[in-house]
């Protein structure tokens, strides 16, 4: 399965050039901080070999102890595991879910980190996010450019045109998914092109299109405002770089056209699926825009570092995102979250490992409807917008993925196919 090819291959490829990465910043560690860098960074790795080596030999997954808030729930959730086994047996790295193993390596990474001040809140993968942002500057270019030239006529749209312009920047950010570091294993894997050429041609390859219904619940929230009520849209981010800019442009353009008043960001709290966004990546991200030599690009920045002044964007995090746990059980796990996401008029999870935890990462029959498959997890209408990256889809119809199994085996993995998939809540 795709799953065992990830534990097999993909993670300790990951593990391997993250060793590697605080190997090569060696000097960078003694020169901020001398001998205990060094000393750090040696622990650091010595932790991460035998974590590499315990993934690889299939050992007991071991309780976290580095004393941070989540290490009650994460070591509960490995106690839930070990009781789903017969008397004797251990959750092993080969012998459990492998949404659950997947995160639990992210989250030991930290751990090893952790442990080792004061190289402790170092980010293994920022050199690779930073490397894949730069890679795709052609096409940050091209979309910043398309989004300043539009704003001016904006307010001149028709209903029809201000439609076509959604559909377009909601596709943008849906092909922006395709540009994720912990599939390539950390390989570049950024977009070289301007995507707006190419959105005809990627058009038949929409698996489950729903922008009609994310298109009508704003025009008719937009409609039944009065000035002082708020229409909020929240977006579960996925990787940083070219994909947070395809969703910082989307965010832009819903403010600009009025459809939405506010824009709600949630990412990560610490490094996660090698290119996840955390706070920091989201802010360098806007300062780097600001300081671009790209009169487009500055544009962009300065605009978005207004609105989050202003209050009408807003980054979030919070630790349920790093947790192993299915969506469904956020109104129990993160009651706050959850409560924070019942004031959406509509929720945009970008991303396959959001997919994942929507559907709980379950081996569903293709046409089983995704409000079944989101099993009770309703807080606000919400849609994903997922480039296809595991073997775990729904809401298609019949006959449409035994298609695929048979004239391209690699269909669901393969990124080239995705979905704008829409749950209008309860």
């Given at each position: 399965?795709?799953?065992?090819f ?12 993250v060793?590697?990465?605080?190997h ?8 901020e ?7 750090a ?18 050992k007991p ?13 994460w070591?509960?959730?490995?106690e ?15 012998q459990?879910?492998?949404?659950y193993?997947?995160c ?16 402790d809140d170092?980010?293994?993968f ?45 596709q943008v950010?849906?092909?922006g998914?395709?540009?994720?570091l ?12 301007s995507?707006?050429k ?10 489950v299109?729903?922008?009609?219904s994310?298109?009508s ?5 937009k ?28 965010a832009?353009?819903?403010?600009s ?26 802010n ?10 790209n ?12 609105s ?10 919070h ?12 109104a ?10 019942q ?8 991303g ?22 989101l ?40 990124g080239?196919y ?6 209008a809540?309860?």
């Amino acid at each position: 399965s795709f799953a065992y090819f990830t534990i097999k291959d993909r993670l300790p490829q990951i593990l391997t050039r993250v060793i590697d990465t605080l190997h090569r910043h060696k000097n960078e560690f003694f020169e901020e901080h001398g001998e205990k860098g060094i000393e750090a960074e040696k622990n650091t790795i010595s932790i991460l070999s035998k974590l590499r080596n315990e993934l690889q030999t299939d050992k007991p997954l071991v309780p976290l102890d580095d004393k941070l808030p989540d290490v009650p729930l994460w070591n509960q959730y490995l106690e839930y595991q070990q009781n789903l086994l017969d008397g004797n047996e251990q959750p092993s790295w080969f012998q459990s879910p492998w949404l659950y193993v997947e995160c639990y390596m992210y989250r030991r990474i930290h751990e090893a980190l952790v442990h080792n001040p004061p190289i402790d809140d170092y980010d293994v993968f920022k050199e690779a996010k930073i490397e894949s942002f730069f890679e795709s500057q052609q096409a940050i270019i091209a979309l910043c450019t398309y989004l300043q030239e539009h704003l001016k006529n904006i307010e001149d749209l028709d209903e029809k045109q201000l439609q076509e312009e959604l559909f377009k920047l909601l596709q943008v950010s849906l092909w922006g998914n395709k540009c994720d570091l912990s599939i390539s294993a950390g390989e570049d894997n950024s977009q070289k092109a301007s995507p707006l050429k190419s959105l005809d041609n990627l058009k038949t390859l929409i698996l489950v299109d729903d922008m009609e219904s994310i298109w009508s619940l704003l025009i008719n929230s937009k409609k039944r405002r009065t000035s002082i009520e708020v229409t909020r849209v929240d977006i579960v981010l996925d990787n940083a770089g070219y994909e947070l800019i395809t969703d910082l442009i989307l965010a832009d353009f819903l403010l600009s056209s009025k459809l939405v008043t506010e824009i709600h960001f949630h990412g990560k709290c610490i490094p996660w699926y090698v290119s996840d966004t955390t706070k920091q990546d989201f802010n360098w991200t806007i300062k780097q825009l600001q300081s671009a030599n790209n009169r487009w690009m500055s544009r962009c920045g300065m605009n978005w570092e207004g609105s989050i002044k202003k209050g009408v964007l807003v980054y979030h995090d919070h630790i349920f995102w790093t947790l192993p746990h299915e969506f469904c059980s956020m109104a129990q796990v993160a009651t706050d979250l959850y409560t924070e996401l019942q004031k959406s008029h509509l929720i945009i999870f970008k991303g396959d490992l959001n997919y994942r935890k929507l559907t709980g990462d379950r081996k569903w029959e293709f046409t089983v409807p995704f409000h079944q498959a989101l099993n009770k997890f309703h807080p606000a209408p919400l849609c994903s917008l997922r480039t296809l990256k595991s073997d775990v889809q729904v809401g298609l119809k019949p006959g449409q993925g035994e298609q695929f199994v048979t004239s391209e085996p690699d269909w669901m993995i393969c990124g080239k196919y995705g979905v704008v998939q829409f749950d209008a809540s309860l």
